[in-house]
Structures are given as C-alpha cells and as structure tokens.
C-alpha cells in the first residue's frame, strides 16, 4: 500500500511540474507575424538574470511562471508575466522600431556591439524590410534602399557604391566569409547579383574604411550579408517550418519562385533554401523630360541570319532588347549543438545563364554600324562551403570564439566577336579560394575586447581561345590574366576594443597588421611579349582605429571617429589585359603600382526622441595617398598597340599620388502615432584627384536619397516613397573613362526622380498578397555611369506563404 501511495505521489507530482510549463508564441504588434529567434530573459528583483532562451522559427517557446523581458533586434523589448494557471497559448506582442529608432545589435568589429556603443556610421536592413521591399535582385534591394548608389551595365548586373568607393574598394562579406578575391576590378563590378536576397536575415553597411576590422578593400566600407540559420526545437519534439513565395512584376517580366524549409530538433537544424528567377528584356520608362531628345532608345538588334550579323529594327524601342537572363540559387544548412559549441555547416551554390553586356551592345561607330555581333559574360558560377564552430565556454584567453574556414569555387567567362567578324573570343578564368578567420571575444568589467586572426588563398587559373563562328575552327587567343596562373595569399592580426568610461562616453580602438603577396606568370611570347616572366609582389600595411563617442544625455549622440584603410593591389591590378572605352584604349598591367591607403575623418550627431523621432548627420573626410587611377602609359617607347584587331592607345593604372572624397548623409525618421511613420535618407559626396589643379575623380556619385511615408496596420503595410538623383555635369566627369560618359548624354546624366507605392495584405499570419507599382510615372532614366535605364512603370504581384 505504502508503495502504491508513493507512486502515486511520484506521478501527481511530474503532472504538476508538466502543467507548470506555459507555451507562449511572440508576435509582431502590427503584422501578426511570428517573431523568430526572441530572446527571452528571467526578470528578478535584481533585474535581469543570468541565462538566455530562444523562440523557435514560428515565435514559439515554453516558459516557467513568472516575469520575463522578451526582445529582439529591431523591436522595443517588453515585459511580460508568466501565469500557470492560463491555458492554451500566451501571446506576447512586440512594436517595431523604425531601422534608426532601434538600439541595433550589429556585428560590426567581427564581435556583437550595440550599435549605440560604435563610432562608426552603420546602417542595417532586416529581414522584415528586405520582405517588404520584395525585390528581384540584391543590387536592386541595395539601390531601392536609398542607402547605397548602384551603377548598373546590364540587367544581370549592380555594382554598389559606398562613399564614392566602388568595386574593389568596397568589401562583400557573407557569413563572416569575405567575397572579394583577387579579380575584383577597381571598374564597375556586377558579383553582388550572386547573393540572394530570398534568404537573408539581415545586411549591416559599414561606412567608410573597415580596414582595422575587414583587412584589404574596405575603404569605402563593408556589405555584410547574413543569410538565414536553422532553429533548434524548444522541447524535445521535432518541429518543421517554412516559407514560400511567387513574384511576377512586368517592366522585367520577371517570374520568380522561392522556398525554403527549416526542420528543428533539439540539438539538430537544417534550412534549405532554393529560388529560381527568370527575366526578360527590361523596359525602359516612355516619358522624357519635355524639350529632350528621346535618349537610349533601343533602336535596334544584332541578329545572326543566313551566317551573317545584320542590325534589325527594334518596332519597340522602349524594350531593351537583350538584357534578359536567368538565375538560380541554392543554400544548405546543418546546424549542430553540442557542449559549449555550435557547429554550422553552409553550403551556396549560384548559377546564371548567358548574360548580355547591354552597354557594349548598344554601342556603335561613327556610321551608325553596331561595333559588336555579340557580347556577353557566360554562366557565372559561386560555390560557398564553409564550416563555423562557435565556442560559448569561458576561458581566460575569451569568453566566447568563431573560428570559420570557407572554400570557394569561382567561374566566369567572357565572349565577344566585333559586328559581321567571323571570329568569338571567350576567355575563362577560374578561382579557388580558401579562407580561415578566428575572432575571438572577452569582457573584463567596462572593456570589451575583440581579436582574432585571418589568411585567404587565391588561385587564379586564365585560359582562353577564338572561335570562328563560321567553320568551328578553334585558334589561340591572349589571356585576360596571366596564362601561367596567379597566386594571391594574405595574413593578418587584428585587435580591437571598447571602453565603456562613463555612461556618457565610450572609446573604441583598434589596430591590424596585414600582409598580402602577389606571384603571376606570364608564359605568352605571342600576343603580349613584353610581359613575359614571373611578377611577384609582397606588401605589409598596418592600420588603425580610434573613435569616441559621447552621449550627454540618452537621446543625444555625438561621434568622432578617425580611422586608416588599405586596398593591395590583386591580382586584376597588376596581370590584366583589356580594352576600354569603345576600343580606344587598350589597358595593360603595370607591376609597379603600391597598395592605396586612405586616412579617414567621421564625424557624427544624432538626436533621438523616445521611439518618435530620430535625426541624424554624417560627415566625412578622406584623404587618398597612392590613389590607383587609369592613366596613359608607353611600353617600350610605344604608346599604342593593337589588341583584338584593333589599334589602341595604351593605358594603365598607375599610384597618381593623392586625392580627397569628402561628404554627407543625412537620415531622419518618426513615428507620428501606432499606425504612420516617416524616413527620409539624403546622401551628397564630393571627389578630385590632387594633381597640378583639382581633377574629378571616378565613380562619384550625385547627391541621391529616398523619402517615404508608411501606414502599418495589424493586417494591412502600405509605403508611398520617391527615389531621386542629382545630375552629373559634363565638367565633373572622370578622364579614365570609368564614368562611362558615352551612356550618358551630351550634357552628362541628368537628374532624375521616381514616385512609387506598394501594400501588402494579410488575410491571416500564414499568408500575405504584396503589391507594387514602381516608377508611376514611367519615367526614362539612368543612375550615373549606367549602360542601361533603368526599369519604366513596373507592376509586381508578390504571393507568399509561410506554416
């Protein structure tokens, strides 16, 4: 009997502690929508305690009685009182900030910080605004941000902007894994189309020069794309979630599908990710400004018939012709929990098809012939394979690290013929790149101290070869890198720091040590003879860091910041062989250019009300030192050559000494009551080369901005924005050519502006409608140094759903 009792009480008791868990679900105050991965906190007497729970994919979690602070990034936290005796499912809501209003974690100096504590300007897109935007590309996610200019050469292209820094100066990063490689050219570079937006959870931009935290590149900053993770489960069950979508929007007759797929068990995830996106010629807006000749009308198109090129007439001259291509993207992965570490396994792949070069398309000679029958890069392939641990144990050494090494593959081709020739030039290149970085994290009382260590290794391999379109004959053709392979490698060790000194005034330091090497072979005695031989480079650059913020009051922000950046040239700079600016000029390597360094001034004031109101000024100073620009150049006492059959002047990068960019943005945001809001961005950059009088230097963007006036209801979001740019006068235009003023018009690129709406709706939490129309007025226009307008009137119907 005594043992029947006592099982009896065994049993009661584990009901009763069973029945003391409550299943809470955290949502968006105005969406509805599940708010993943939520911290939840316990609060005491004492304040916040010790310990840190999760809410899985669909905002769910189970708790204890008792009182919580429940936040997340982007969301004004929230307090929330845990009782055992409500049934079913406890519903916590969370308010949205506007992206400014919010005291934003970042990762920003390769550790986690509030944005709050940085002296650096940094600016996040979520996930929730990425969504919103339902855009078809990352480039035009970036441009419709109005945070970054993007220059575009075809529709399969974008090449950002940051501080009128471009290409080779700017550093991708995704994953903590870093993008550029060694022929990221210093033009107009298209890479950023490879990442894709369906799956990303967040895009930190990173101002002004990096180069303490990133290394080499990061001169006018760093994009920092953080894809999605897998969830782990709350409970021991084994749980599933996902999303999906359709988009179909007409200017590009685009067609697009994504899913993705998220299975959670406790200590096991796996997300899968695929997106398809198919588009076709882009059409250009109808209306021009009044006076103004019908500029970029697409007049006509080269086409193959009975083997010959002939020019046809294009009876749509809005239709551009060409520029449509396909792309697909697909993402893998494995998260693992063990003792004191996560492992995460991830895996991308991304693949296009042709793309055509529009710009050069476009192109014609002084009869009015087509200069091109073909031009058009192939399928661009990336392959990402990276493998994280995150280890949470504390040591002396840290208390937390993330040591991350990545693989990557990388395939690109490029082909062209001249109009009615019967030879096709394609040449190839191929990239390995492997990659290891250790960060490494400990907090001792005020300080907060980051370092950690980086070494990337790049082979380049350059093949190429023409083809008679004709017969199928194949012959040798130059290279457009070394024919022998090039080698690039660095290493670097950083440290950085924060001093909480008061309530009022943070420090942040830090310093790099960076090496990056360069070996290239030239093996051709046919085509280039003079550049025979092995060209090895080897360079040290150390940088720096110090910034100081002081906040008199907790609405009041003031920031200083003086920082040093270094871009060493690669493997483009110094082993490239190409022609520019309609054939004119042929651009050849120069193996004596030096790495470029910057010396940066920030300076900063923001003023925050409550969660109303925000204004905030940006202002900068950099000084360029060895600034790399493209320069006429002799070989041998010869400054002309012939190249692919043509006659060429002969150019080359070259350190033309100093210059200077300076500037502003300004960002304002409020929230007049639970429902309107306001944003507006404004963003004006001034750049000369210093030569014996001031020199325009390239890819200087107009002033350019966005303005927007938002409605957010508990099932309705609608936006009214305008999108607008300065003109670029004639006078302000770089000689190198990397303007690309031939795409422009006599006068230079005139000013533009768009006005634009878009909604979305959500009957219940699982399924939303999202409506746009973009460019409303359908206006024709260009952003600066583009080959191709951009898109006239565009309707988009986006379907999405999630369980």
């Not at 299943?23 to 968006?28: A, N, W």
């Not at 392939?381 to 090494?405: E, F, G, M, P, W």
């Not at 502006?753 to 219940?764: D, E, G, Q």
Request: aromatic letters at 12%; hydrophobic letters at 35%; a positive charge.
């Amino acid at each position: 009997m005594k043992k029947c009792l006592l099982g009896w009480i065994c049993a009661l008791c584990a009901l009763s502690l069973h029945a003391q868990y409550t299943k809470i679900q955290v949502l968006d105050a105005h969406t509805q929508e599940p708010v993943p991965h939520a911290q939840i906190r316990i609060l005491t007497g004492q304040g916040v305690q010790p310990g840190i729970a999760y809410t899985n994919n669909k905002g769910e979690g189970e708790l204890l009685p008792g009182r919580y602070l429940v936040y997340s990034s982007f969301y004004q936290a929230s307090t929330t009182d845990i009782s055992a005796v409500l049934k079913g499912v406890q519903r916590v809501y969370l308010y949205a900030y506007n992206n400014g209003l919010s005291p934003v974690t970042v990762w920003s100096g390769r550790s986690v910080n509030n944005r709050d504590s940085l002296a650096q300007q940094i600016e996040v897109i979520p996930a929730r605004e990425i969504a919103a935007a339902s855009q078809p590309t990352s480039a035009e996610l970036l441009s419709q941000s109005g945070k970054v200019f993007v220059q575009k050469s075809q529709l399969g292209g974008g090449s950002p902007v940051m501080r009128g820094f471009e290409a080779s100066r700017v550093l991708f990063v995704i994953d903590g894994v870093r993008q550029n490689n060694a022929i990221y050219r210093a033009g107009h570079l298209q890479n950023v189309l490879r990442i894709d937006n369906s799956i990303l959870e967040r895009v930190e931009l990173i101002y002004g020069p990096a180069s303490t935290a990133y290394g080499s590149d990061a001169l006018g900053g760093v994009m920092h794309f953080y894809t999605k993770n897998p969830t782990l489960s709350v409970d021991k069950k084994f749980s599933t979630s996902g999303n999906a979508y359709l988009r179909y929007s007409t200017a590009y007759n685009e067609k697009t599908g994504h899913f993705d797929i998220d299975l959670s068990g406790k200590t096991f995830g796996s997300l899968t990710s695929v997106t398809f996106s198919h588009f076709g010629d882009l059409r250009q807006g109808n209306i021009t400004p009044k006076n103004s000749p019908r500029y970029w009308d697409r007049t006509f198109t080269v086409k193959r018939i009975n083997g010959q090129d002939s020019a046809v007439a294009n009876p749509n001259t809005n239709r551009q012709t060409g520029s449509g291509y396909y792309q697909y993207d697909l993402m893998q992965k494995f998260l693992f929990l063990s003792n004191k570490a996560n492992h995460v396994v991830n895996l991308q792949f991304s693949n296009s098809s042709n793309v055509n070069r529009y710009d050069r398309l476009t192109e014609t000679d002084a009869s009015g012939t087509p200069r091109f029958g073909e031009w058009y890069y192939g399928p661009e392939q990336r392959l990402l394979a990276s493998y994280k641990v995150v280890l949470n144990h504390h040591k002396k050494a840290y208390d937390y690290a993330t040591i991350t090494a990545a693989y990557q593959n990388i395939r690109e081709s490029r082909h062209s013929r001249n109009f009615q020739a019967p030879n096709r030039t394609s040449r190839y290149e191929q990239l390995h790149i492997g990659t290891v970085n250790g960060d490494f994290v400990k907090r001792h009382g005020n300080h907060h101290i980051s370092y950690g260590f980086e070494v990337a290794y790049n082979r380049v391999l350059s093949t190429a070869e023409r083809i008679n379109v004709n017969t199928g004959a194949v012959s040798a053709a130059s290279t457009r890198y070394p024919d022998g392979g090039s080698h690039y490698y660095s290493a670097a060790l950083y440290a950085m720091h924060t001093w909480n000194i008061s309530r009022k005034l943070v420090l942040n330091d830090g310093i790099r040590i960076n090496y990056a090497g360069i070996r290239s072979l030239f093996r051709d005695t046919v085509f280039f003879p003079f550049l025979q031989g092995t060209t090895t480079q080897n360079n040290i650059a150390p940088t720096a860091m110090v910034g100081l913020n002081y906040m008199p009051e907790s609405s009041w922000k003031l920031r200083a910041l003086a920082s040093t950046g270094f871009r060493a040239p690669n493997v483009d700079d110094l082993g490239r062989v190409f022609d520019s600016n309609l054939g004119e000029i042929v651009i050849i390597p120069n193996k004596n250019i030096q790495p470029e360094y910057t010396i940066n001034m920030d300076l900063g004031i923001s003023k925050r009300v409550n969660a109303h109101f925000l204004i905030e000024l940006n202002g900068f100073f950099t000084y360029m030192l060895n600034a790399v620009q493209l320069r006429p150049y002799s070989v041998n006492g010869q400054d002309s050559l012939e190249y692919d059959g043509t006659v060429s002047r002969i150019w080359a990068n070259q350190n033309t000494g100093k210059a200077f960019i300076t500037g502003l943005n300004l960002n304002m945001e409020a929230r007049f009551n639970g429902n309107f809001s306001m944003q507006q961005t404004f963003t004006y950059t001034y750049g000369r080369v210093i030569d014996s009088v001031l020199v325009p230097m390239d890819h200087i963007a107009p002033f350019f901005g966005r303005t927007s006036l938002i409605y957010e209801g508990k099932k309705w979001r609608a936006e009214a924005y305008a999108l607008y740019q300065g003109a670029k006068a004639l006078r302000d235009y770089s000689a190198s050519g990397e303007d690309n003023l031939q795409y422009a018009t006599p006068e230079g690129m005139p000013g533009w502006y768009t006005l634009n709406l878009r909604a979305s709706y959500s009957p219940v939490p699982q399924f939303q409608v999202q409506m746009a129309c973009e460019n409303l007025l359908d206006r024709r226009y260009r952003t600066f140094a583009s080959g191709i307008s951009s898109p006239g009137r565009n309707f988009s119907v986006t379907l999405r759903a999630r369980w």
